[in-house]
């Protein structure tokens, strides 16, 4: 017989206050997240064994690309944050989206479900309460524990989180939460990080600026007052103008990456001589092609720091080294996975650099590719692209002898490139060096698969942990034209464009 949704949530109210130890998974990822609660406010969360986040009433631990990055709360700090996608939380804490009818905040929590159904969670049986989408909430469902009460599996969109196992009231040694190993203060990071910002700004003040001489303007004339009898008028005049971005960079060297500034604009405009090639973008229609022509016309000469066809000739050697020929297959020296875990990611990116020193021209890893997920072009870097803008992603990285056979049924997009590797290749997140992982590999030829799941969600997420997950596998091969295997994400699809646009 089917429980009533009061009888259901009573059973979930029955975990409030009672430690949780449990081992959760993300849908479409085969990372593992292992959690430990003990209400209120002491949580540890670990992927792959490595603490990610613990807390207390009065600190708190939170892992980034640095390290662990410590805040005190005693000082009546609040921490604010906000988590897109499925996380454990949402199931430690299910019981908040369904307060007690009449409390004051019976307003903020879900509406009552519309259908209940008896279903089953990795042997575990529950029921699945579901929700439609109402106000600001998205259409999502729960599972509950038929025996335990504990949320054992939430889904909501295109993420969700279910729970592999799980034991309430266990004695939590306090030492659990508490972290004795090396952090930075969270004051201490948004420092450094200032301190960085403000350097950069300090060393690009000095920079002589490409300054137009002539820019199209609106005169605007505005009565204030006056006399309608006599025509007499006071007036405000005032000159508006479009709002464009100007980029320049030596003519003959890559194009470089536009800053995230820059790159929310479009309908670009260049002028290229000898010395500079500028670059004017601009909101759609916001001036016209002959006006942002002739805004470029009027930029005087800018002296470039040293004479440009040294700084050129420098950055075309580089170039020329980082594309010398590789044509023998190496050799793997150890098989199987070498990393599973997270990897912070930025602007959809993060990286396989080696020791050598990469141009940053992103689009130019992709040259003559099919694929625009895992750019191989220079053996300095790999470019991998991702779904989530800015977080943390599930990332497992294999090696292996020989070709294993792609598994079409487990993921939903895969791609495959050839890879000359020079220089050792090291796993890296979008601006920092972790998580650091070496690849087991000597200098030649491989093949690279890469195999995503959720990228579109991840992507309209923009921001949050573990919502996307992806497999990389490395194996010795002659060079060979890469290859989209399976494609299904719009994401994945505007990528693979891009490469051979």
């Known amino acids: 017989m089917t429980p009533t949704w009061r009888q259901i949530r009573a059973l979930n109210y029955g975990t409030i206050g009672r430690t949780v130890h449990a081992v959760v998974r993300h849908s479409g990822s085969e990372v593992t997240e292992e959690v430990w609660f003990d209400p209120p406010r002491r949580r540890r969360c670990e992927f792959g064994g490595e603490p990610t986040l613990i807390s207390t009433p009065n600190d708190e631990w939170r892992r980034s690309p640095d390290g662990m990055v410590h805040t005190d709360l005693g000082d009546g700090t609040v921490r604010l944050m906000s988590v897109m996608g499925a996380h454990s939380g949402m199931l430690l804490d299910a019981h908040q989206n369904w307060p007690l009818p009449g409390s004051p905040f019976a307003s903020n929590g879900l509406s009552d479900p519309t259908d209940i159904a008896e279903t089953e969670v990795h042997g575990r049986r529950g029921w699945r309460v579901s929700f439609v989408a109402h106000e600001h909430r998205p259409a999502q469902s729960y599972v509950i524990d038929a025996e335990t009460g504990f949320a054992i599996a939430w889904a909501g969109d295109d993420s969700g989180i279910e729970v592999l196992s799980h034991s309430l009231d266990d004695d939590l040694s306090p030492d659990l939460f508490r972290w004795t190993g090396d952090s930075i203060e969270d004051s201490d990071e948004m420092a450094r990080h200032q301190a960085a910002h403000d350097e950069k700004q300090r060393l690009l003040a000095d920079i002589p600026r490409s300054e137009p001489t002539w820019y199209p303007t609106t005169i605007n004339v505005t009565a204030s007052d006056g006399d309608p009898s006599t025509g007499a008028l006071d007036m405000s005049v005032s000159l508006q103008g479009p709002y464009v971005t100007l980029r320049r960079w030596l003519t003959g060297t890559p194009d470089p990456e536009p800053s995230p500034f820059a790159s929310h604009?479009?309908?670009?405009?260049?002028?290229?001589?000898?010395?500079?090639?500028?670059?004017?973008?601009?909101?759609?229609?916001?001036?016209?092609?002959?006006?942002?022509?002739?805004?470029?016309?009027?930029?005087?000469?800018?002296?470039?720091?040293?004479?440009?066809?040294?700084?050129?000739?420098?950055?075309?050697?580089?170039?020329?080294?980082?594309?010398?020929?590789?044509?023998?297959?190496?050799?793997?020296?150890?098989?199987?996975?070498?990393?599973?875990?997270?990897?912070?990611?930025?602007?959809?990116?993060?990286?396989?650099?080696?020791?050598?020193?990469?141009?940053?021209?992103?689009?130019?890893?992709?040259?003559?590719?099919?694929?625009?997920?895992?750019?191989?072009?220079?053996?300095?870097?790999?470019?991998?692209?991702?779904?989530?803008?800015?977080?943390?992603?599930?990332?497992?990285?294999?090696?292996?002898?020989?070709?294993?056979?792609?598994?079409?049924?487990?993921?939903?997009?895969?791609?495959?490139?050839?890879?000359?590797?020079?220089?050792?290749?090291?796993?890296?997140?979008?601006?920092?060096?972790?998580?650091?992982?070496?690849?087991?590999?000597?200098?030649?030829?491989?093949?690279?698969?890469?195999?995503?799941?959720?990228?579109?969600?991840?992507?309209?997420?923009?921001?949050?942990?573990?919502?996307?997950?992806?497999?990389?596998?490395?194996?010795?091969?002659?060079?060979?034209?890469?290859?989209?295997?399976?494609?299904?994400?719009?994401?994945?699809?505007?990528?693979?464009?891009?490469?051979?646009?």
Request: hydrophobic share 35%; net charge negative.
């Open 265 to 501: 604009y479009s309908d670009p405009v260049r002028r290229v001589d000898p010395v500079w090639t500028h670059e004017l973008t601009s909101t759609h229609g916001a001036i016209t092609v002959d006006d942002a022509h002739r805004v470029l016309e009027s930029i005087p000469p800018v002296e470039p720091p040293r004479p440009a066809h040294e700084i050129v000739d420098e950055i075309a050697s580089v170039r020329a080294g980082l594309d010398r020929e590789l044509v023998t297959p190496g050799k793997v020296e150890s098989t199987g996975v070498i990393y599973s875990g997270g990897v912070h990611v930025g602007y959809g990116q993060y990286y396989l650099p080696s020791e050598a020193e990469w141009d940053g021209d992103f689009m130019g890893a992709f040259t003559g590719q099919r694929n625009g997920l895992v750019g191989t072009h220079h053996p300095a870097n790999v470019v991998l692209v991702c779904g989530l803008h800015t977080g943390t992603i599930s990332v497992t990285v294999e090696m292996a002898e020989t070709r294993p056979e792609p598994d079409a049924t487990a993921w939903e997009e895969i791609v495959e490139a050839p890879l000359a590797v020079d220089t050792p290749l090291r796993l890296t997140g979008w601006d920092d060096g972790a998580p650091g992982t070496v690849f087991p590999i000597s200098r030649g030829t491989y093949r690279i698969r890469y195999c995503a799941n959720n990228m579109d969600a991840a992507r309209e997420a923009d921001v949050g942990e573990f919502i996307d997950s992806y497999l990389i596998t490395i194996w010795p091969s002659e060079i060979t034209p890469d290859e989209v295997i399976k494609q299904t994400s719009e994401i994945a699809d505007y990528w693979n464009n891009q490469a051979h646009t």
